[in-house]
């Protein structure tokens, strides 16, 4: 049975999301621990549940980044292609998008 992670972050709740999934940053949720910082979140917990259902689901945005938010937490796709850019530049962006990130 595939397993999720589900990482406790401070200002947002938890986010569940597979080991493999990319950061913004270029990590992979697999690589973080309690204590690390996603961004501007801290994460205080990880705990690994299993999956109990058949399919995961990935989006797309059409942006620069191919980045996204998912409980407030800024995101990599799967289904972007590999870039170059800085994540500070999808922070910066989301930031006049969304105040009070």
């Known amino acids: 049975m595939k397993r999720i992670r589900v990482l406790g972050v401070l200002e947002t709740g938890a986010v569940e999301v597979s080991a493999g999934h990319p ?11 309690a204590g690390d910082r996603l961004g501007e979140l801290e994460i205080f917990a990880i705990e690994e549940i299993p999956f109990a259902h058949p399919y ?14 998912a409980q ?20 910066d962006a989301a930031r006049r998008t969304r105040p009070g990130i």
Not at 23 to 33: E, K, M, V
Not at 74 to 88: F, N, Q, Y
């Open 23 to 33: 950061t913004i940053d270029g990590r992979t949720f697999g690589d973080l621990a």
């Open 72 to 91: 407030g937490a800024a995101v990599g796709s799967t289904l972007a292609p590999a870039r170059e850019s800085h994540p500070r530049n999808f922070i």
């Open 56 to 69: 995961t689901h990935d989006i797309l945005p059409d942006s620069s980044t191919g980045a996204y938010f």
